[in-house]
């Protein structure tokens, strides 16, 4: 017996235009993409039911469209999907009308208006590449622009006016039931950002952390539920990834509280906003997510004399002439532990951290510097570089060397000096890698240090006020 055909009456294309019944649902992840859900209504007919759903994203993933009943009573088989998003505008139309004559308004200089009749040689769109000049006929003669304002016949029926997505769905029984619609698209993405307040002195500031959620779907999202997931989710990378949309981004704050709230999922973290919000297509929404006070975060002095030497392998380096370069920059960074005791504990997204200073002076603050964190799990050690130090300066030079590659061992001394020009001391970290060989013993030093894998150690130094500090050692490696 054959299927029987519903068609529904559509103003546009001769289809039911559905739209969603209920809120959307987002989950928005740090990776650029978003899985959207949406409740659409279906009044469908025993055998094939043509149906189709004008108000997807511009930027939807067709094979991730999962249409079903998540009450589960009703199966329904989705025979043929189409996915358009080549809505309307005055590219398309130009191209839908390439070869035919129209007409185009022109207005003079006293803004009085005229019509001048072309052809549309070249309309100029191309879907997902860079737009060409168009060519239009005008008088016999060719114009690489639009002589006016373009006046198009009435809409055609292929016209769409929003993303749509058009369905043969079979059902073996009449139903009438909200689907629920879910797909993964692009143009969605979120990021955090931290900023770290601190006293002109002291080891203490304040956090507190923003969530920016950026919609450049083309689609509106009225009072979603938003969800974000952070975290390295694994994905097939396209060929060629949709063009991101263009226009002016607004900006809305939202300070509600408790904003945001977190869980683990999987091998993820889910963090939740706490309530409906709205986002606009070609806007960006932030949403404050956590504040911490009273962080124990201590400003630290390294200096890593030979850092400009890059990675450094494991093989023998006999070479006399390796490791004589030296850099002056003194690191400045800051460390503190996301922890319960130390007034945070809560697993941080990855994102921007920008650290500030409160001027005593004025009161006001003042940027300091600023780098990336990475996804930071409870009770982890951040450290992070936020500039080079102005009034601490280091030196390293090799003094000695004594091996060449017939001996089987080789000796070097160093010399590294950090000189402090503050009106207070500071307590300085230096590293030096022991690049040659992992078979290596200190022979000679004029300070303790500390071990911190197979071919670093570090000097751990305290240099009073406007004084110089010499670190001396000598490192003998064993070629045997």
């Given at each position: 017996?054959?299927?029987?055909?519903?068609?529904l009456?559509l103003v546009?294309?001769?289809f039911?235009?559905?739209?969603?019944?209920?809120?959307p649902?987002?989950?928005?992840?740090?990776?650029?993409?978003?899985?959207?859900?949406?409740?659409?209504?279906?009044?469908?007919?025993?055998?094939?039911n043509?149906?189709?759903?004008a108000g997807?994203?511009?930027?939807?993933?067709?094979d991730s469209v999962?249409?079903?009943d998540?009450?589960?009573?009703?199966q329904?088989?989705v025979l043929?999907?189409?996915?358009?998003a080549?809505?309307?505008?005055q590219g398309?139309?130009?191209?839908?009308?390439?070869?035919?004559?129209?007409?185009?308004?022109?207005r003079?200089?006293?803004a009085?208006?005229?019509?001048?009749?072309?052809?549309?040689?070249?309309?100029?769109y191309?879907?997902?590449?860079?737009?060409?000049?168009?060519?239009?006929?005008?008088?016999?003669?060719?114009?690489?622009?639009?002589?006016?304002?373009p006046?198009?016949?009435a809409?055609?029926?292929d016209?769409?006016?929003?993303?749509t997505?058009t369905?043969?769905l079979g059902t073996?029984?009449?139903?009438?039931f909200?689907a629920?619609?879910?797909?993964i698209?692009?143009?969605?993405?979120?990021?955090?950002a931290?900023?770290?307040?601190?006293p002109?002195?002291?080891?203490?500031?304040?956090?507190v952390?923003w969530?920016?959620?950026?919609?450049?779907s083309g689609k509106?999202?009225?009072?979603?539920?938003?969800?974000?997931?952070?975290?390295?989710?694994n994905?097939?990378q396209?060929?060629?990834?949709?063009?991101?949309?263009?226009?002016?981004v607004?900006?809305?704050m939202?300070?509600?509280?408790?904003?945001?709230?977190?869980k683990?999922?999987?091998e993820?973290h889910?963090?939740?906003?706490?309530?409906?919000?709205t986002?606009r297509?070609r806007?960006?929404?932030?949403?404050?997510?956590?504040?911490a006070?009273?962080?124990?975060a201590?400003?630290i002095?390294?200096?890593?004399?030979?850092?400009?030497f890059g990675?450094?392998r494991?093989?023998?380096?006999r070479?006399?002439?390796?490791?004589?370069?030296?850099?002056?920059?003194v690191?400045?960074?800051r460390e503190f532990?996301?922890?319960?005791?130390?007034?945070?504990?809560?697993?941080?997204p990855?994102?921007?951290?920008?650290?500030?200073r409160r001027?005593?002076?004025?009161?006001?603050?003042?940027?300091?510097?600023e780098?990336?964190?990475?996804?930071t799990?409870?009770n982890?050690?951040i450290?992070?570089?936020?500039?080079d130090?102005?009034?601490?300066?280091g030196?390293?030079?090799?003094?000695?060397?004594?091996?060449?590659?017939?001996?089987?061992?080789?000796?070097e001394?160093?010399?590294?000096?950090?000189?402090?020009r503050?009106t207070?001391p500071?307590?300085?970290?230096?590293?030096?890698?022991?690049?040659?060989?992992?078979?290596w013993?200190?022979?000679?030093?004029?300070d303790?240090?500390?071990?911190k894998d197979?071919q670093?150690?570090e000097?751990?130094?305290?240099v009073?006020?406007?004084?110089e500090?010499?670190v001396t050692y000598?490192?003998?490696?064993?070629?045997?």
């Open positions: 017996m054959p299927l029987a055909m519903k068609t009456p546009l294309s001769g039911a235009a559905l739209t969603a019944v209920a809120q649902a987002l989950t928005v992840y740090n990776q650029g993409f978003a899985v959207v859900r949406e409740r659409v209504p279906l009044d469908l007919k025993a055998g094939e043509l149906v189709q759903f997807a994203t511009a930027m939807l993933e067709p999962v249409l079903r998540p009450a589960g009573r009703v329904v088989r043929e999907q189409s996915y358009r080549d809505v309307m505008s398309v139309l130009l191209a839908l009308n390439e070869g035919k004559l129209i007409d185009f308004v022109v003079d200089q006293n009085k208006e005229y019509t001048v009749r072309g052809k549309i040689v070249r309309s100029g191309n879907p997902g590449g860079e737009p060409a000049a168009p060519i239009i006929e005008v008088d016999g003669k060719l114009r690489f622009s639009l002589p006016g304002e006046l198009f016949p809409l055609a029926g016209g769409i006016l929003k993303p997505l369905w043969t073996a029984q009449p139903a009438k909200e629920e619609l879910g797909y698209t692009g143009g969605l993405g979120w990021q955090a931290y900023n770290l307040v601190a002109e002195k002291g080891d203490r500031l304040d956090i952390g969530v920016t959620v950026n919609n450049q509106v999202f009225e009072n979603a539920v938003v969800k974000l997931m952070a975290g390295d989710v994905r097939v396209p060929t060629a990834p949709p063009r991101a949309m263009r226009g002016v607004m900006q809305e939202a300070m509600a509280a408790p904003a945001v709230t977190e683990a999922f999987d993820f889910l963090y939740s906003l706490a309530r409906p919000v986002l297509d806007e960006t929404k932030q949403v404050e997510f956590m504040r006070t009273n962080v124990k201590p400003v002095y390294v200096y890593d004399g030979a850092a400009m990675t450094y494991g093989g023998m380096m070479d006399p002439g390796y490791g004589t370069q030296s850099n002056k920059k690191w400045v960074m532990r996301n922890s319960e005791d130390n007034n945070l504990g809560l697993p941080l990855k994102g921007r951290l920008r650290f500030y001027d005593d002076a004025d009161g006001r603050i003042e940027f300091t510097g780098n990336e964190l990475d996804h799990a409870k982890e050690l450290r992070v570089k936020t500039g130090a102005f009034d601490v300066v030196e390293r030079i090799r003094t000695n060397f004594n091996g060449n590659n017939r001996q089987d061992f080789a000796e001394d160093f010399e590294i000096k950090v000189r402090n503050k207070e500071v307590t300085v970290r230096i590293v030096e890698h022991l690049y040659r060989w992992s078979n013993t200190i022979t000679q030093k004029s303790e240090f500390t071990k197979a670093t150690i000097f751990n130094v305290t009073p006020a406007d004084t500090k010499v000598r490192v003998r490696y064993e070629w045997k």
